[in-house]
């Protein structure tokens, strides 16, 4: 009789902790993959440092930078702004003949993280940090 209360037991966590997951994955998906030009169809590109007193512009190749842009992670966090709401932060803008790409990238809780405003929220290696310095 006691093993058949420690089965149901076991039954009844296993259920919690299934049904648990699938309500956490279903609720807070993970962002669409990031969304990029190809290099050819880039005609003008742009990189500003941000910080709280005033901005730079920064001259790096846009085909590394991109490179990173590329292999970022989707998060499971959706972008609800225009711009980052803290600084500093990077931000790369790069015109096609069709549509503009704006990308912040930004350090939060010692992680990399790219943000395409109204999308979503990537996380980016940390060496992207080294090439933009």
Known sequence: MKKKYIVVFL????????????????MFPYVMPIDYPKLQEINE???????????MDIDVSIEEVMNYIKSSKPTRTQSFNEIPNKKPYYCIELKTTNQLYT???YERNSQ????LPYNG????????????S
């Open 11 to 26: 039954v009844v966590i296993v259920g919690f902790i299934l049904g648990s997951y699938f309500i956490y994955i279903n």
């Open 45 to 55: 590109s742009k990189i500003v440092y941000y910080d709280e007193n005033d901005q």
């Open 103 to 105: 990308y912040y990238i």
């Open 112 to 115: 990399l993280f790219v943000e």
């Open 121 to 132: 929220v990537y996380k980016i290696d940390e060496e992207v940090k080294d090439l933009l």
